[in-house]
């Protein structure tokens, strides 16, 4: 079954870059454009949208929290009503530059916080769901699946992607360890590993010793700030090519 590489991408601020972002679209299939909230700004959406549609990725909308000072990965207290409100924003303010460039917004992913809180908080899921069901596009959800993202994207008919982490552990309820917990973040040998493990037998390593956990992902993401990012993605990519597993886009 073929298997989307995905990457969080377009998150630098004015004269700030994260990562390389062009070398990452050579290997990836579809590209987490930051919006502006945890990260972004108009002139990188455009040229991330551009990059993206020039080597045929496609793009989502990487909708976070409004913490550009914390990178959207701290909890904030929002009301449901105002995350639906600035999720559908955000995806506006992509969806500009995505047509712009020549296509338009596949899907959209939460980032960070909000990706946690979301899944277990059925308002939030139900907020942010609104917000994609609102948006000209029809857009695809990807997230963590088995968590109420996927329960509020069968309640508003929105498709849902599940997504699994190659350069993350997990905890054995399946959820992601936090990134403060030692060997929460992989290197690029375990995270070559992982890919292929998520793709043949849909498990993940647990943090807490030799366990894995199952993981059920039409989707695999390599975080684009790590300083390995260019290289875990393209061997990740060719781990996948000789375990006979096509890459391609789900959206």
Excluded at 32 to 55: E, K, Q, S
Aim: proline share 6%.
């Amino acid at each position: 079954m073929p298997l989307d590489l995905n990457s969080d991408l377009g998150e630098g601020f004015g004269p700030w870059r994260m990562g390389d972002d062009a070398a990452v679209l050579d290997i990836v299939t579809s590209a987490n454009i930051a919006c502006g909230f945890h990260a972004g700004d108009p002139r990188i959406m455009r040229r991330t949208c551009d990059l993206a549609v020039a080597r045929g990725v496609r793009i989502g909308a990487h909708v976070g929290y409004r913490d550009l000072v914390g990178f959207g990965r701290r909890d904030i207290a929002v009301a449901p009503v105002d995350l639906r409100d600035e999720t559908l924003y955000q995806i506006g303010a992509l969806a500009a530059f995505a047509r712009a460039a020549g296509d338009r917004v596949r899907y959209v992913k939460p980032h960070g916080a909000l990706y946690h809180a979301a899944a277990a908080d059925p308002a939030l899921a139900d907020a942010l769901l609104a917000a994609v069901a609102e948006s000209d596009d029809e857009p695809a959800l990807l997230g963590p699946a088995g968590t109420e993202l996927e329960h509020a994207a069968a309640r508003a008919g929105v498709r849902f992607v599940g997504e699994g982490f190659a350069d993350r552990a997990y905890t054995p309820a399946g959820t992601l360890a936090p990134r403060g917990t030692p060997g929460a973040v992989l290197g690029p040998d375990d995270a070559v590993a992982q890919a292929v493990s998520l793709a043949l037998s849909g498990t993940a390593r647990t943090v807490d010793g030799p366990g894995a956990v199952a993981v059920s992902a039409g989707s695999i993401c390599v975080h684009g700030d790590s300083p390995a990012a260019v290289e875990m993605a393209r061997r990740i990519r060719g781990a996948l090519a000789e375990a006979g597993v096509p890459v391609e886009p789900f959206a």
